[in-house]
């Protein structure tokens, strides 16, 4: 299953409220998880299921969407959210990653 | 605390082999999905392999990219998790992350993969 996400790149002021966007090639049940890797470091779970909030997750990150559009949303953007996200399917096997939106500061 | 630690990367001349090796502790290891997930450097991760819980009979699936050429397996007693990785190629050059179903992620051990 294809994921594209969109845009690939945005550059955002600290205090902005970011929405980045997933679409998948089919619908896949909300079997979506949003990852943020920082450089160097592994990916780190945010999201699952759509709309799930990993613990430790601070509440200004929120999934939501169904069927094969999806979205991630930073409410306010902080300097540590500097970062490249990605959605992710399990709906089925072979899972797969978009190919990330990196997001800076303006 | 959930820990996930990889070791056996290096550099392999292409046609060679490796074995990933992953530790896993402060989890119940066959309660989980275990995978293999490799990321080129500037790129997105790619899920390569993954080996079901207890419940659902440790099988396994394959990206195409690699079956046929890498195996995964678990060892339920020590709490690891493997890759043997066969008939490397180039393209295989990559960080290579052990997951424990997709929140427990390793910090990853680089392959690379040249003559």
């Known amino acids: 299953i294809q994921m594209t996400q969109s845009p690939s790149l945005l550059s955002a002021s600290v205090g902005d409220r970011v929405t980045l966007s997933c679409k998948a090639g089919q619908n896949i049940n909300n079997y979506l998880a949003w990852f943020q890797q920082k450089l160097g470091e592994a990916p780190k779970l945010l999201i699952y299921?759509?709309?799930s909030l990993q613990t430790g997750i601070p509440s200004r990150f929120s999934g939501s969407g169904s069927g094969t559009d999806y979205t991630l949303t930073i409410s306010s953007l902080q300097p540590e959210d500097v970062a490249t996200y990605f959605c992710q399917q399990s709906n089925s096997w072979m899972y797969t990653f978009g190919a990330g939106t990196k997001l800076e500061l303006k | 605390e959930v820990k996930l630690l990889e070791s056996g990367g290096g550099l392999v001349q292409p046609g060679g082999s490796l074995r990933l090796s992953c530790a896993a502790s402060?989890?119940?290891?066959?309660?989980?999905?275990m995978s293999w997930i490799r990321q080129p450097p500037g790129k997105a991760p790619e899920w390569l392999a993954v080996i079901r819980n207890k419940a659902n009979g440790y099988t396994t699936e394959y990206n195409p990219s690699v079956k046929g050429r890498f195996t995964i397996s678990r060892d339920n007693t020590q709490n690891i998790l493997f890759l043997q990785m066969n008939t490397l190629r180039a393209e295989d050059t990559a960080i290579y992350f052990c997951a424990g179903g997709i929140a427990y992620w390793g910090q990853g051990t680089l392959v690379t993969v040249s003559s």
């Open positions: 299921n759509a709309n």
């Open positions: 402060g989890f119940t290891f066959t309660n989980f999905y």
